[in-house]
Every structure is written in structure tokens, then in C-alpha cells.
């Protein structure tokens, strides 16, 4: 991680939002969906390059008491693999630990190999005791 990044605790733009979406690999969303996401976010940690480029990104959606949820992680891939995705991790466990309720459960879909650096902060496979499920409408 030899580059300058700035960390700023602020939902990106919705545009710039689907912008790494897709740079990233990740599936896309709508517009109309982005603009309501990005401001329900509980909390949500951006990375900036020196010219205020959004390189990575993450957020904690949820209800804000029991159950909370770790999404949109994600690093331009001109700067995956310098480190960005446990800086990302850092910055929401860090919020989580100051300010999620104590016995709230916190989860994430985990793509692979991704799930080697969840596990580095403490998450579990829930199967076979429980299996994640998903619908899109």
C-alpha cells in the first residue's frame, strides 16, 4: 500500500457507485436503486485516490439494533491487491465495534476467494447449521 488514499466515512454518489460496481466485477444495480441505497446506509466507508478518485468502497445496512449487514465491498481493480479490502473491513468493523449493539448478528455474502479475508475478521460459514438464500426482484 505504497499509494496516498484518503478515507472518508461517506456513501459515494450513486453514479460513481454503479461506476465501481461494474470496474469491480460486481453485479449491476439500477440508478433509481443506487440513489435510495446511498442513503440508507447505516454506515459506509469510501477510499479516494489523490485525485479524489473512488477506488473502494463498503457498507453496513441493517435495522440498526439487531441485525446488521456488511455489503458493497469493493476495489477498482488498478488497486486490488495493495491491501484496500482490510482497509475497507477495518473502517466498518471499527464502526460496528464503537457502535452495533452488543449480541447483534452480522452477516455478509462472502464471494470467493474473498472469504479468506472475512474470516481474518472473525466471520464463520453459517452451514450447515443455516444456509444464506437470496431472491432478486
Known sequence: MDQKINIVSKAPGPEEYLALRAAAGLSPRQLAGAKTAMGNSIFAVTLRDTTDRLIGMGRIIGDGGCFYQIVDIAVHPDY??????????????????????KGALVSLLADVPADGLYKKFGFEYSAPASLGMYKRI
Do not use: N
Not at 80 to 101: A, N, P, R, W
Open 80 to 101: 486490488q491487491g495493495l491491501g484496500y479490502g482490510k482497509v475497507i473491513m477495518s473502517e466498518l468493523m471499527g464502526y460496528l465495534d464503537t457502535h452495533g449493539q
